[in-house]
């Protein structure tokens, strides 16, 4: 008689959505590390939101200083931890323009399922080791079938301990993602508007011709320029080719680095399996 033996996680992928039913652009994002190294790095970030004042960090709800302020810690955090080969944070876009649709006739819910097993597909099995077993912690949806995903991500050869569902108020990996899935969705829609912002941001509204003021910002919009272009920067600083390109948003040069944001189609799956 076989017995089946439990496996025994020894990796993380903690993930999240962005708009994934709402606005032309949806977001998807990961964040991958050992299993070993969780607990402390959650409480970490536990500590930063405690400092911040912030229980939860939602990027949908981001119109403040002071939820601005909890992302920049929460940016700062996730690239020291990817650059020190911690963690890494892959985001994924899509294009829900009927002419774009990556799954046509699909509905949402259907497009975001795929993209789940496409991104995670992609990240487990390009971006570490063979043989690693995974327990994956989605932000929870219950619009989605889980047990089907796990039983996908199998089918791919992948080792797969559970798929578990948690709260995100109660995993802050799973906010990084969210972080980082809002920012790649909200890049590709934002971003002429907030290459104009820049170039006038640091120039005193006096000193300009009326015809050369942008237009009024929102209060949300003006905190997350200031997020989008931090992001820009502190990849910047720390060595990550991550750039903002007009029409596509934040993308990655190379997907092997630690910060990868890429978008659907069939360029970008070619060179996210170099």
């Not at 007009?246 to 069939?266: C, E, K, Q, S, V």
């Amino acid at each position: 008689m076989t017995v089946d033996v439990p496996l025994q996680p020894t990796h993380i992928a903690a993930a999240d959505e962005s708009q994934y039913n709402v606005g032309r652009y949806r977001g998807l994002a990961v964040v991958t590390l050992r299993l070993a190294d969780a607990r402390t790095l959650s409480a970490d970030l536990r500590r930063l939101l405690d400092e911040s004042g912030v229980k939860e960090f939602k990027w949908a709800d981001l119109r403040t200083a002071r939820l601005r302020f909890a992302a920049d810690k929460l940016l700062t955090w996730a690239l020291e931890q990817a650059c020190q080969r911690r963690l890494r944070v892959d985001a994924l876009t899509w294009d829900s323009n009927e002419r774009h649709h990556p799954l046509p006739g699909q509905s949402g819910i259907a497009t975001l399922q795929g993209m789940y097993l496409l991104l995670l597909t992609m990240v487990l099995r390009q971006r570490w080791p063979e043989g690693c077993c995974w327990r994956i912690c989605p932000d929870e949806q219950s619009a989605m079938s889980w047990v089907d995903l796990e039983a996908q991500l199998a089918g791919r050869g992948l080792l797969i301990e559970q798929v578990q569902p948690c709260a995100s108020h109660e995993e802050p990996l799973v906010q990084v993602a969210d972080l980082f899935a809002g920012l790649a969705v909200y890049s590709r829609s934002a971003d002429a508007r907030f290459e104009e912002w820049q170039q006038v941001a640091d120039i005193s509204p006096e000193l300009l011709h009326p015809e050369e003021a942008p237009e009024p910002l929102t209060g949300s919009d003006r905190e997350r320029y200031e997020v989008l272009g931090r992001v820009v920067a502190e990849c910047g600083r720390y060595g990550l080719a991550v750039r903002l390109e007009t029409g596509y948003g934040l993308r990655t040069a190379d997907p092997a680095g630690p910060i990868n944001f890429w978008g659907y189609g069939p360029e970008a799956m070619q060179i996210s399996f170099r």
